[in-house]
């Protein structure tokens, strides 16, 4: 797509397809081999990228940026790319988790695996090639089991400027290594007693070439595989196979697996010379993560906020989650946006949150139906309905659901009543007006949109003082759309909803979850910076075209904000909405 602003990642994959890097790959090992169950045949005309996610928690707006690239690339590109759990870690990974992952990918728009339907890919079904692998390598002299304490391990790794000391077990041979391998994999050695370590170079200036582990004991149940397994291998080793198996080309991450880079060539060399895995084989790349003002984007501490209830799940709509940002009323195109805006860089910066909030602003502009809300009520009197019009009359209004459609669409009408007594803001009537106050005092007139001309004469009070109804009279033959709507000029148009037919709704009036911009950097502690009123709930009324949302329908409150019927608490005859987002950047200020 040409259109498209460019990046480095597109200039590397038009390259690739101009060159063909991947045109000549080929299997190298025996057509039974594990290495083709992933995919069949080479298909030199794609791009392959992959979304890898482990599923030991919630997807966040981080993760939606590297879905956005990952899949917005193999669509742009005629590619395909694959969801794939990286499901190497058992005791931290859950099905609800996998579950929730698919569910998000869905939301956001796209497919996988090259079809609507196909099932997401797992590391652990690359268990057993993942464990011929690594015995090709002890055979190969590329492996050996390291049987020294975690700590002695630790310390012998050495440091920068100051290189390892080898292992005692780090020149056995091959046929000990196996044999202790075999072991570790039948269950014969403790969780921890032993490692199989890659044999690669304890001088490196590169620690993750210091010989790195690559397989571990760890007796665990797997979300998948069960107890069939007691050895897991390590992220690191896993990964690259991973991305090799499914023939991945541009196997695309975050900035601080740049340092892994080297151990993930030098492992697909290895086995490519082994004739365990086709050449070419990918290519890692790396992109600058997400950096979101006043949020934080860990999966670790998102799940302190859950677990010490600060938020009421991992979809609250405070949250940075995809199911948060949802809930709260986010769209999958206002995400898109947001992920085409931000771009892709090679170098680390911090986006302004307000960037996201006008992605959906945006999204959201021409496509919310609008409605009227008044959210701090007070009620208005037309003392002289009743002989301007009958006693218990009430006089049938519209406005469009969308001033301003898209091209091709016609608005849909809005019906509402107007009758003696209608719901106003409070802050729309003051008794002693400040200068340039536009609004109802006591002898300005103004419009109620959508219906009549009203003057105000007054307003009735409490014991207190505090203010119970504001009284106005009620111009006739000025109502909106009928000839006679000009015959006053007023210099304002309030919004109000009908005693009549208004609805009472629970309205969720969202702020920013921290106070501070950037919760967590600097050794903050994060929890320390929570914005203790994030979260106002106020008993609004509505007009009744939004007391008959779906949820999970978007709506403008006119004046308010955007705001979203909510997907899990709002029924019919239970209104209850969220604010997604105001109609102007507050976050200045
Ligand atoms: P967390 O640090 O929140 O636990 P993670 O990186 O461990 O996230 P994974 O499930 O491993 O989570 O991530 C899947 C993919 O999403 C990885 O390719 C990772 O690089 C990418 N990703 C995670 N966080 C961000 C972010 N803030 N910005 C962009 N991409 C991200
Ligand atoms: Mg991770
Ligand atoms: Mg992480």
């Known amino acids: ?56 928690g919630y997807l966040h707006i981080g993760h939606a940026k590297s879905i956005c690239i990952n899949f917005g690339l193999a669509r742009d590109y005629g590619g395909i790319c694959h969801l794939r759990f990286d499901d190497t870690n058992p005791e931290k990974e859950d099905t609800e988790y996998v579950n929730s992952i698919i569910d998000a990918v869905k939301w956001l728009g796209f497919d996988w695996n090259g079809s609507a339907g196909a099932a997401p890919y797992q590391a652990s079904d690359y268990f057993d090639f993942m464990y011929r692998a690594a015995e090709y390598l002890i055979e190969a002299g590329h492996a050996y089991v390291d049987e020294q304490s975690a700590e002695d391990m630790r310390a012998n790794r050495g440091d920068f400027g100051k290189p390892g000391i080898d292992s005692p077990y780090r020149s056995r041979p091959p046929a000990e290594n196996l044999m202790r391998f075999r072991e570790m994999r039948d269950g014969q050695h403790a969780d921890g007693a032993m490692v199989l370590r890659a044999k690669i170079d304890m001088a490196s200036p590169n620690i993750n070439l210091r010989d790195p582990a690559i397989y571990r004991i760890r007796r665990a149940t797997h979300h998948h595989t069960g107890d069939q397994w007691c ?33 993930y060539d030098w492992l697909l060399q290895r086995l490519i010379e082994g004739g365990l895995l086709a050449s070419p084989p990918p290519h890692q790349y790396e992109f600058a993560r997400l950096n979101l003002t006043y949020v934080v984007t860990s999966k670790r501490k998102l799940a302190q906020l859950v677990n010490e209830h600060k938020v009421s799940g991992w979809d609250d709509p405070r949250m940075p989650t995809i199911v948060g940002l949802r809930r709260r009323g986010y769209t999958p195109q206002a995400l898109q946006l947001f992920a085409e805006r931000i771009g892709v860089t090679k170098s680390d910066s911090w986006i302004d949150y307000s960037t996201l909030e006008g992605c959906l602003r945006e999204t959201l502009e021409l496509t919310a139906h609008r409605g009227m809300a008044v959210l701090n009520p007070v009620k208005l009197v037309l003392t002289n309905w009743d002989e301007v019009f009958a006693a218990g009359y009430l006089e049938p209004c519209q406005l469009p659901a ?19 007594e209608v719901w106003i803001e409070r802050e729309d009537f003051e008794e002693v007006p400040p200068k340039g106050y536009k609004r109802l005092f006591p002898g300005n007139k103004v419009r109620l949109k959508g219906g009549y001309v009203i003057e105000c004469t007054g307003c009735t009070k409490d014991a207190n003082g505090q203010i119970t109804e504001v009284l106005a009279t009620v111009v006739g033959d000025t109502k909106s759309g009928t000839p006679g709507a000009d015959s006053v000029k007023v210099k304002a148009a309030i919004t109000w909803v009908g005693v009549a037919d208004g609805v009472s709704a629970e309205v969720r009036m969202y702020d920013r979850l921290f106070l501070d911009a950037q919760p967590d950097a600097g050794g903050k502690d ?64």
Not at 33 to 56: L, W
Request: glycine share 6%.
């Open 526 to 589: 994060f929890l320390q910076c929570l914005n203790p009123n994030s979260l106002k709930v106020v008993t609004a009324i509505v007009e009744p075209s939004l007391a008959n949302a779906q949820p999970d329908d978007k709506f403008q409150f006119e004046r308010h904000g955007y705001f979203v019927a909510d997907r899990i608490d709002h029924q019919a005859g239970k209104p209850v909405f969220n604010l997604a987002v105001g109609l102007k950047d507050s976050w200045g200020k």
């Open 402 to 420: 969308l001033p301003h459609p898209p091209e091709g669409v016609e608005s849909p009408t809005r019906h509402f009543t107007i009758g003696k």
């Open 231 to 263: 050895i897991y291998p390590m992220y690191t080793f896993a990964h690259p196979i991973e991305d090799a198996l499914e023939q991945i080309t541009h196997s695309i991450c975050t900035l601080e697996f740049e340092d892994q880079r080297p151990f």
């Open 1 to 56: 797509d040409a259109a498209k602003p460019s990046n480095f990642l597109r200039q590397i994959i038009e390259h690739d397809l101009d060159k063909g890097t991947y045109a000549s790959r080929r299997w190298a090992g025996s057509p039974g081999d594990a290495a083709h169950h992933a995919q069949g045949e080479p298909d030199p005309a794609k791009i392959r990228t992959r979304f890898p996610p482990e599923p030991n």
